[in-house]
T-cell receptor
């Protein structure tokens, strides 16, 4: 059973370009979470998606950032007009459908991350 | 305010000695607590979690953690450290207001010296 896949692993963009980060959840997982990790810091929640639905995007900047999880294919985190401050590691995690509502205790499993460098 | 604190930026332990990585939390409701490990240039790997039940939780690679409600702590422990345990360790707690959001500590760098 393959784990969470993310690509690319490393992405270099110049200021003003667009960055597209992809995440394929573990098989059987329908929940996807995106996190950002700045150097020497912990993870910061960005967005939580289920298939074709954004459940919570409270951690995502209001401008330039968007995320989707289509019915088919990977989840995409898109950053438009990147700036140097966007340089970070972006991690995707997935979890299976919640068995207990509202108490979802399922573990989130993480991908290897995409390290974005903005020149 | 809901938060997780890992008071030590770095912990140094000699190989073979016991290790402890500290974590304290503040959250509304019952805490669901997690430990993850991150190796250089890799993603986070799940180690263990506490949801309910026995306060001592055993996880991967010989790690365990003890939930202490009165001290609001969830320290990670291992009886005998290995050099290969050297990594960055993150404690996380589920946000009591959310069904899924995790609040993360800043991480503790664990260095095991041979």
């Amino acid at each position: 059973n393959a784990g969470v896949m993310q690509n690319p692993r490393h992405l270099v963009r110049r200021r003003g370009q667009e960055a597209r980060l992809r995440c394929s959840p573990m098989k059987g997982h329908s929940h996807v979470y995106w996190y950002r990790q700045l150097p020497e810091e912990g993870l910061k929640f960005m967005v939580y998606l289920q298939k074709e639905n954004i459940i919570d995007e409270s951690g995502m900047p209001k401008e330039r950032f968007s995320a989707e999880f289509p019915k088919e294919g990977p989840s995409i985190l898109r950053i438009q007009q990147v700036v140097r401050g966007d340089s970070a590691a972006y991690f995707c995690a997935s979890s299976p459908p919640a068995r207990g509502v509202p108490l979802n205790t399922d573990t989130q499993y993480f991908g290897p991350g995409t390290r974005l460098t903005v020149l | 305010a809901q938060s997780v604190a890992q008071p030590e930026d770095q912990v140094n332990v000699a190989e073979g000695n016991p290790l402890t990585v500290k974590c304290t939390y503040s959250v509304s409701g019952n805490p669901y607590l997690f430990w993850y490990v991150q190796y250089p240039n890799r993603g986070l790997q799940f180690l263990l979690k506490y949801i309910t039940g026995d306060n001592l939780v055993k996880g991967s690679y010989g790690f365990e953690a003890e939930f202490n409600k009165s001290q609001t702590s969830f320290h990670l422990k291992k009886p005998s450290a290995l050099v290969s345990d050297s990594a960055l360790y993150f404690c996380a707690v589920r946000d009591g207001r959310s069904n899924y959001q995790l609040i993360w500590g800043a991480g503790t760098k664990l260095i095991i010296k041979p």
